[in-house]
């Protein structure tokens, strides 16, 4: 039996998702999903999106949650934003002001291969879009946090969090 001060939130994705609560507590999401126990947030992460070349994201590479950029050639990295509509497509049960969090590492060791995100229609951006490369011991910008926002039908908001 669970202690009474013990708290437990979990939520799930629409489509069928399984939720089993087993024998000593123990919490089991069967697929996909969130489980909030005790402060600790814990979800499924697939393998991150990885970026050799500057391209436009799709919406499933941004909801893999981690892109890392590794450019080569000494040029900087632009990815392109998906076209919001696109996202909105993704995200059918997104309203207005619902938003998820992605990271942009860039693990080039080279100088010139800077990763930026750029917009695309329908976005507005906030806060600096560069990700530069990790090319000194001391670096510590090589990486990036960001939160989409879903302000309405084809209008997103793109937040530099860190």
């Known amino acids: 039996m669970a202690d009474a001060n013990y708290q437990t939130k979990v939520y799930h994705k629409q489509g069928g998702d399984e939720l089993v609560i087993a024998s000593g507590g123990k919490l089991t999401i069967e697929s996909g999903g969130l489980v909030e126990n005790a402060g600790i947030h814990a979800t499924v992460q697939g393998a991150p999106t990885a970026k050799t070349v500057s391209a436009t994201l799709t919406a499933a590479e941004i909801l893999a949650g981690i892109i890392t950029v590794n450019q080569g050639a000494g040029a900087a990295s632009a990815l392109?934003?998906?076209?919001?509509t696109a996202m909105d497509?993704?995200?059918a049960a997104f309203g207005a002001n619902d938003s998820?969090?992605?990271s942009v590492i860039n693990i080039s060791t080279v100088d010139a291969e800077d990763a930026s995100l750029t917009t695309n229609t329908g976005w507005t951006l906030v806060g600096?879009?560069?990700?530069?490369?990790y090319s000194a011991a001391g670096s510590l910008n090589s990486s990036g946090r960001f939160r989409a926002r879903r302000t309405a039908a084809g209008a997103w908001t793109l937040y530099r969090l860190s």
């Open 80 to 84: 392109q934003l998906p076209l919001a």
């Open 89 to 91: 497509t993704a995200l």
């Open 100 to 102: 998820f969090d992605f």
């Open 128 to 133: 600096s879009m560069d990700i530069p490369a």
